[in-house]
């Protein structure tokens, strides 16, 4: 029987783990074709997930075990919507499934924001690990253009934010925030011990971060951090946290369990000594948090240099509304983390106010109908929240749909496995394969050894290229 031929658009958990799922079944043979932008696989798991989180970035050791499946052609180094449009990778498959995340971020929407020195958390994020889009090839000065997200920044811009930070605000209540204050404020020496590239991990040895302060609109019952990152910022060696008196008088009843933890953490924080009175090796940072407390204003002369904040309370009617001002706090780099948003891909469906992929049980619904032969999975399906191993159920939420279409005669296996590869080459576009992402992981790791370390990630294009011994495209 002819296989059935699938291109998944993105390598991110949510794409491998619907490649995944279509090879675990065995009603059907399949032919799955994963493309990513990236010259290399993973998505944020590679880009997102924090440095120094080591064990929750080697799942990609189990992702990678998949896209080395038989059945599974990873096509890294296109970018659908450049290289080819979405209608002619659906000419050339059975079926597609969107599966490439949501990169974008969320604005705050107040005065100065703008200004020199406020930028996204992604922003932030993707220079930290290193993605190519922030740390462009410095002989290659259009490499921001080629793809459909240029970020705001480049890896200069962060590397002089950082370097002459001395107080920053991070916007947000969420685990990306955590990752951002934590990387900001951590000691050297465990920075040096992760997988950063050489001039990142340069760059935050230079810094001169002293304090950064946390925002959040709602109280300390209303975070969204899962417990267990929120306590690992009272383990930094030297770094004390202050909380503002916050109002303990809640009604259990009406707190989630998580938030309730965290809670517990935050109060014992709030009474807890500081680490010179502790007899810590104090280096004289501090990480603020400010709940009941959000920006309505950045101000600065080109770079900012303070955030004017409001008091907020839950009215009579539960909704969040301002209380009298708050502090005026210093900053110097202000980073937003509240929520990262997806963006439009030509040629595919998209609710611009969900900012999501319209769908029913990973069927895309194109016109009011479902769309024949395509599917979403991911970020982009159901928006950018849970954890990683929360795209696998989704994903297969996703193909088994798929699949129930392939039982009932929707789709049909017309085309053969090579024909997106022909089409690509016919263009002069040679993918990179696995071959190449395991030259380019020896390669980080033996760079990484000889200083010490497991690895160091390749930032440039043009390195993880070298590193494939992968020609460069015209
Ligand atoms: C900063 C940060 C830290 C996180 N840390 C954790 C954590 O510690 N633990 C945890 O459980 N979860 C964490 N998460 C959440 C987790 O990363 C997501 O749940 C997961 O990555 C979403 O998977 P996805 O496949 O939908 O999107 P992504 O991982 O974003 O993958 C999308 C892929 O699509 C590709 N792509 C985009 N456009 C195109 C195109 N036009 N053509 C071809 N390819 C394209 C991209 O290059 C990317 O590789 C974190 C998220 C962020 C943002």
């Not at 002989?139 to 890896?155: E, S």
């Not at 370097?163 to 991070?170: D, E, I, M, P, Q």
């Not at 303070?306 to 509304?321: M, N, P, Q, W, Y």
Request: proline residues 6%; hydrophobic residues 40%; glycine residues 10%.
């Amino acid at each position: 029987m002819r296989p059935y031929v699938v291109a998944i658009i993105g390598s991110g958990p949510s794409g491998i783990y619907a490649a995944e799922a279509l090879c675990q079944q065995t009603d059907v043979p399949v032919s799955v074709a994963v493309l990513d932008r990236l010259p290399v696989p993973f998505g944020l798991v590679r880009y997102g997930v924090a440095p120094d989180h080591p064990s929750i970035r080697s799942i990609r050791n189990v992702l990678e075990r998949t896209l080395s499946r038989p059945e599974v052609r990873f096509y890294g180094d296109v970018t659908v919507g450049r290289d080819l449009t979405v209608e002619e990778l659906r000419g050339a498959v059975d079926a597609v499934i969107y599966a490439y995340g949501a990169a974008s971020d969320r604005r705050l929407g107040i005065p100065g924001e703008d200004l020199e020195g406020s930028i996204a958390a992604a922003e932030l994020v993707a220079w930290y690990c290193g993605h190519p889009d922030v740390h462009p090839d410095l002989d290659r000065p259009d490499a921001g253009d080629r793809d459909q997200v240029t970020p705001a920044i480049d890896a200069a811009a962060a590397t002089r934010l950082v370097g002459s930070t001395r107080s920053a605000v991070v916007v947000g209540v969420g685990n990306v925030a955590l990752d951002v204050v934590r990387i900001l404020i951590r000691p050297t020496a465990d920075l040096a011990r992760t997988d950063m590239a050489e001039e990142v991990l340069t760059a935050l040895q230079g810094r001169s971060v002293t304090d950064v302060h946390v925002l959040g609109r709602r109280g300390p019952a209303h975070t969204s951090f899962t417990t267990k990152e929120l306590r690992e910022l009272g383990d930094l060696d030297g770094v004390d946290i202050v909380i503002d008196p916050f109002d303990h008088d809640l009604d259990p009843a009406t707190v989630g369990k998580v938030a309730l933890r965290n809670l517990g953490v935050l109060s014992t924080w709030s009474a807890r000594e500081s680490s010179a009175e502790r007899g810590s090796r104090g280096a004289g940072r501090r990480i603020h948090f400010h709940f009941w407390t959000r920006p309505t204003a950045l101000v600065g002369d080109g770079r900012v240099h303070s955030v004017i904040t409001e008091r907020t309370k839950i009215d009579s009617g539960g909704a969040l509304v301002g209380d009298g001002p708050g502090p005026e706090l210093p900053a110097d780099l202000v980073v937003r983390s509240v929520g990262y948003r997806g963006t439009a891909l030509p040629g595919v469906p998209y609710d611009e106010e969900k900012a999501r992929v319209p769908h029913a049980e990973g069927r895309v619904i194109r016109d009011g109908s479902f769309a024949t032969g395509e599917y979403v999975t991911g970020w982009i399906k159901r928006g950018p929240t849970g954890v990683i191993g929360t795209n696998k159920s989704d994903a297969v939420e996703t193909v088994t749909s798929l699949l129930s279409d392939i039982a009932d005669g929707e789709l049909s296996a017309g085309h053969d496995s090579d024909e997106l590869g022909r089409l690509l080459a016919g263009r002069g576009i040679t993918p990179l394969n696995m071959g190449d992402w395991r030259r380019i992981d020896a390669a980080e790791i033996a760079r990484g050894q000889s200083q010490g370390r497991d690895r160091a990630t390749l930032a440039h294009r043009s390195a993880l290229l070298a590193a494939a011994e992968h020609e460069e495209r015209p």
